[in-house]
């Protein structure tokens, strides 16, 4: 049974531009969160997908923007990047849209400069 | 909207000692609760949950928290740590409480540092 795995692991991006995070989730799981975890404070809530679909937002601008794939994979895209995107961002999959049996992956870091 | 509040950003020990993390969050109706363990450039690793039942939850690595109703709080204990604990601890509640598409509410973090 594979882990959560997200790629890349790390990257630097440039204010402006736009950046494609991966999330491959866990074997079964049909689930994918994604989270916001800047220096020094704990993860936020980004949004969630359940069965390719939008299953729950937090509150962050449309210029983040998501997709989860058939096979439920998801990529988080985040458009016109600001310098307080900086941060880990934290793929979690589960098993159902609900957080009793979240995995979270190793993060990516995002630098932007 | 839920929120989560660790009391304290960072706790240093020496090895051996007991320790307490301290986290209290803001419903008054039941929830699911959560710790988890994070260390340095990794992801979070799930330490222990309260979903019902028995308000003690223990850890398989030594670690324990008790769900206190009346308080709001999830407090994590350690009777003797180890540096391999050193690491940054998080709680976290489901919002909303218990049904529906969940997500996990963090609190800021607690940065425990075991010393020799």
């Known amino acids: 049974e594979t882990g959560v795995t997200q790629s890349p692991t790390h990257l630097i991006k440039t204010r402006g531009q736009q950046v494609t995070l991966r999330c491959s989730s866990q074997s079964g799981h049909n689930t994918v969160s994604w989270y916001q975890q800047a220096l020094g404070q704990g993860p936020q809530f980004i949004f969630q997908y359940y069965r390719e679909e939008e299953n729950g937002r937090g509150n962050f601008p449309p210029r983040f923007s998501g997709l989860q794939f058939p096979n439920y994979s998801s990529e988080l895209n985040v458009n016109a990047l600001e310098l307080d995107d900086s941060a880990l961002y934290l793929c979690a999959s589960s098993p159902g849209a609900r957080t009793t049996e979240a995995f979270f992956g190793q993060g990516t870091r995002l630098t932007v400069v | ?116």
């Open chain 2, 1 to 116: 909207a839920q929120s989560v509040t660790q009391l304290d950003s960072q706790v240093p020990v020496f090895e051996e000692a007991p320790v307490e993390l301290r986290c209290n969050y803001s419903s008054s109706v039941s929830v699911y609760l959560f710790w988890y363990v994070q260390y340095p450039n990794q992801g979070l690793q799930l330490l222990l949950k309260y979903l019902s039942g028995s308000t003690l939850v223990e850890s398989i690595n030594g670690f324990e928290a008790e769900f206190n109703k009346s308080q709001t709080s999830f407090h994590l204990r350690k009777p003797s740590v180890h540096i391999s604990d050193t690491a940054e601890y998080f709680c976290a509640v489901s919002d909303p409480p218990l049904g529906g598409s969940e997500k996990l509410v963090f609190g800021k973090g607690t940065k425990l540092t075991v010393n020799p």
